[in-house]
């Protein structure tokens, strides 16, 4: 069995009631908007042009964001392979917000566009191909957030030299339901430098800056 190594929570990033966190600081809060304008507000506070951003469904548009913010500064892609940082993300209602827009457009004409976001997955691929992260990747759907299962699959891949690096969190959304919490996870210490435990874990989902 290969021995337990150390590793960090270096950054986070949790999107929710149209708040944006990084770092357990706010860095936005805009609540007279709706689901769609504030993810566009915040791809617009980003600054960054990047087009297909405007073609994905609200839960990879989620997804993306709170990667784009999580890695903000962190310089990741430039210490560690592609191949060694992997993403890892669950939620509870996989990909049903947008599986019910596209069951709608059935009724007159399908959608294509819609119906390449029916699966949950589909956000880790969304930030991978936005980063060239080429490493493991997995989605899980559970009824709520397993802190211990995300802090066992993740560092088994850290133990096991699969990845040096990697996000994972939860990703959830239906209708003006949503929450979105990303751990940027490493082996060495930097950032904030958080033990990548599972009490850890749980203190960051929880803590929402009031």
Known sequence: MTPATESYITATTVICR??????????????????PGFLLA?????????????????????????????????SLNQR????????????????LDTDLKYFETTRV????????????????GEICIRHGFKGENAFFV????????MQQYMSQLINNNILQAGICGW???????????????????????QPFNTANIIKNFTTENG
């Open 18 to 35: 149209n708040k944006v966190i990084q770092n357990g600081r706010e860095i936005l809060n805009l609540p007279e908007e709706d689901l």
């Open 42 to 74: 915040v791809y617009r506070n980003l600054e960054v042009q990047y087009p297909k951003f405007h073609k994905m469904d609200l839960l990879s548009k989620m997804g993306w964001l709170a990667a784009e913010c999580l890695l903000d500064g962190s």
């Open 171 to 193: 990703v959830d959304l239906l209708g003006q339901q949503y929450k979105t919490v990303l751990f940027l996870v490493e082996k060495e210490a930097r950032g904030l430098a």
């Open 109 to 124: 004409m399908a959608s294509p566009a819609l119906f390449v976001y029916t699966l949950p997955n589909i956000v880790t």
């Open 142 to 149: 559970q009824e709520e957030f397993d802190a211990d299962l």
């Open 80 to 95: 560690v392979s592609p191949q060694r940082i992997g993403v890892v993300l669950s939620n509870a209602n996989s990909s």
